[in-house]
């Protein structure tokens, strides 16, 4: 499976951006996929993840009400609507897919990474 993140940029806080993810070479469907994000000096973090069904989400607090997570199978793309952004909100923002399980939080249970793109939020 091969995963190809877009959508980051540079924008002011309170703005709005759309990330998304393009899966290839395997059946997306099939596939629990998230978003993690790392900013400058810290460790990965869980930001949000959809099931293979899509019928649920699970959100990090800190983006909760401001951040959805969908996901289109025909397109085989998910995508991270992240609005109401803050300063904090910047990092290298990777999507990622599943295999097997449904470990939504844990970075390690995830089996394909993409190479991530790059959120700049400015005050």
């Known amino acids: 499976v091969q995963l190809q993140a877009s959508g980051g940029g540079l924008v002011q806080a309170g703005e709005s951006l759309r990330l998304s993810c393009g899966g290839s070479g395997g059946t997306f469907s099939s596939l629990v996929m998230g978003w993690f994000r790392q900013a400058p000096g810290k460790e990965r973090e869980f930001v949000a993840a959809i099931s293979r069904s899509a019928v649920n989400t699970y959100y990090a607090e800190s983006v909760k009400g401001r951040f959805t997570i969908s996901r289109d199978s025909a397109k085989n793309t998910v995508y991270l609507q992240m609005n109401s952004l803050k300063p904090e909100d910047t990092a290298v923002y990777y999507c990622?897919?599943?295999?097997?399980?449904?470990?939504?939080?844990?970075?390690?249970?995830?089996?394909?990474w993409g190479q991530g793109t790059l959120v700049t939020v400015s005050s």
């Open positions: 990622a897919a599943q295999i097997r399980g449904n470990y939504y939080y844990t970075p390690s249970r995830y089996n394909y």
